[in-house]
């Protein structure tokens, strides 16, 4: 749109006119402009304003500094239901992100005395004087029941949150364990189901969406199903009649029978399995039933499948499982990145996708057209190729190691939200100068890295510890850089290089203990190191949040709000930090330099509102029981709360939610904040 005159007068060569890069430089700016009076009218609502804008529309609804963006939007919704079950309910989901249930007092009262007829004194009573005979009249002189106190106090409401989420599983291929049984969870662990969540609703504050003047529908408390409660036995029980025996038979009207996946969906060849072909029972690794023709027994407590011999091709299964934190595939927010220059799709299926992709169905079909593309229209700081795992079935890894020198050095292998695919077998890249991104999938095989390699990032990721399989460097891979972002991760095994390991958030499993709902051995090795050398010298380690099981062994170490079960074993020099972690059961504080004293000990007990006592703070996160937490779940220190789960500061949350209850109930119910144990 530049005059010709102008276009006339530039000089020979690549640079643009002085004209046309004024025009472009003014251009900028007045985008700039406009952006910013867009972002004017942006900040005035609470679901597009910018973070430093949400305190102050929370101050004209009166609501604290630190309320979260989906407080600000649902608060008139709120204190307009104030003081009634639900609504408690859905303050504590917007506070905290937690699924919670509201339980008042008065439904756990057994006895409580009438005003009319007050009890002069509290007495037992003497069958042999008669005293019986007044027994449920207003002169009774004794109290034979019970009238409970605290959170079961008749002037009582207890919130009850589940700090956890329950997210979904979508068309898994199942995984084979051999003798005709299959696991629902990928990589073949134990997999206890859970009923489908249902989204979180609250009555809308909004005129336009019910006619005028009239109150918002009031909502009953949560009832079971909309809660994260794992589907055993006791919970089908409860739903509805069942008909015990060797494969358990549901009555017409069970909710689990009804159309759409509740609990569990099961498909053939991509052809969805009706109910009445699906079998509910106990499949223990030895005395299962056997499937009759046509059907598949499914083991809601194992998370184990057994299909009849009739019942052939590729089984996939739609269930849901908690997630305690957002680690791992299954709780993995990749998405995929408009900006990438060549794309390559994995799906098995070859299903249509846009114009312009290359679709290829196996893995290693994938490795190789990023190995020959040549040319990349991205950006600097995009990736230049990006291989997508559209499928969440079970993937092959490439035969040998993925080599070559390729023309294109920035590579994302990415599994998006919605897309849990397993890679089978032992990844092994041995690429030259390439930077590579693994996100979003599982792996059920090691991750094998060489020197050729300038970096490798891993975020989103999950392995399969109880194989003993885990991150594996190269002894002489002195230029290449690891990092690991929320991943659920296996043993690492690496030397000295010029560049630290760095974890952030993360779980390192040395142990690999399997989960055994059901009892049993869940086995592992308790001396099996979580960080170790691969040859002769431990790498450098920088950890953020990071539990580690088993023993750490590392050369300077510069790490933070990290729980080491194991121990910690490093070099002391004159440089790295140990700051607020937690060293082991055995730890000694007063054996370490002090450059190295840290708040260490035993982990302590937590209980009630809160511990407060020799250095560790821990509020909320573990209430008595006679079933204790482990000890992952319930580490902290006063530097904040410990270890990959709660280093989002779970705890100090549930106190902010246990502080501000009190806003939502009348001035005669007493609130009270009850957490719920990890699987309750």
Known sequence: ?????????????????????????????????????????????????????????????????????????????????????????????????????????????????????????????????????????????????????????????????????????????????????????????????????????????????????????????????????????????????????????????????????????????????????????????????AAPAGTVLVDPYRGVVKPAGDVTGTLRATFYRAVPGRLGAVASTAETRDDAGVVIVVDPASGPHPAGQIVVPTLSAAFAAATAATGSPSEPDAPQVEIRLLTSDRLAAPAGPVTGTPALTRWRVVAPTGCTPVITGDLSLRLTDVQVELSGFLLAGALRIGPEPAGVDLVGITCDPTSGHGIEVDPTAWTVRLTATRCLLGPVRADLSAYPIELTDCVVDGRGAALMPCGGDPGGDPGRAAVAAADRFPPDLAATGVTFVGPVGADEVWVTDCLFTGGLRTTVTSTGCVRYCHLGEHDAPQAHPPAYHSLTGPLPRFGGIGFDSAGYYAPVVDAPAARPSSALLTGASDGGEIGAYHHARRGPLAVRLAQRLPEMTPLTVHPHLSVAHPEE
């Open 1 to 289: 749109m530049v005059p010709p005159a102008l276009l006339r007068a530039a000089p020979d060569g690549t640079e643009p006119p002085p004209q046309l890069a004024l025009l472009a430089a003014l251009e900028e700016q007045w985008l700039l402009l406009a952006a910013d009076v867009d972002r004017v009218l942006d900040d005035a609502f609470p679901d597009s304003a910018a973070e430093w804008a949400l305190p102050y529309l929370g101050a004209l609804l009166g609501l604290p500094p630190d309320a979260g963006r989906r407080e600000i939007a649902y608060a008139t919704a709120l204190r307009r239901r104030k003081g009634t079950p639900a609504a408690l309910e859905d303050f504590a989901e917007v506070v905290t992100g937690w699924s919670a249930r509201v339980m008042e007092g008065w439904t756990a009262t057994v006895w409580c005395q009438q005003l009319r007829h007050p009890v002069r004194r509290t007495a037992s009573l003497d069958l042999r004087r008669g005293e019986h005979l007044l027994a449920g009249t207003g002169l009774d002189p004794a109290r034979r029941s019970v009238t409970p106190g605290g959170s079961y106090h008749p002037a009582a409401a207890t919130v009850q949150v589940f700090p956890w989420q329950v997210l979904g599983y979508d068309q898994v291929q199942v995984a084979p364990l051999g003798g005709g049984r299959f696991a629902l969870h990928p990589l073949g662990v134990s997999a206890p189901l859970y009923l489908r969540p249902r989204p979180l609703e609250i009555a809308s504050d909004a005129e336009d969406e019910r006619p005028p003047g009239e109150p918002p529908v009031p909502r009953r408390p949560r009832a079971p199903g909309e809660l994260p409660v794992r589907a055993t036995w006791r919970l089908i029980d409860a739903l509805g009649e069942v008909s015990y025996g060797p494969v358990w038979t549901l009555a017409p009207d069970h909710p689990l029978t009804g159309d759409g996946p509740a609990l569990l969906e099961l498909t053939v060849d991509g052809v969805p399995l009706p109910w009445a072909r699906i079998g509910l029972t106990a499949l223990p690794p030895v005395g299962s039933p």
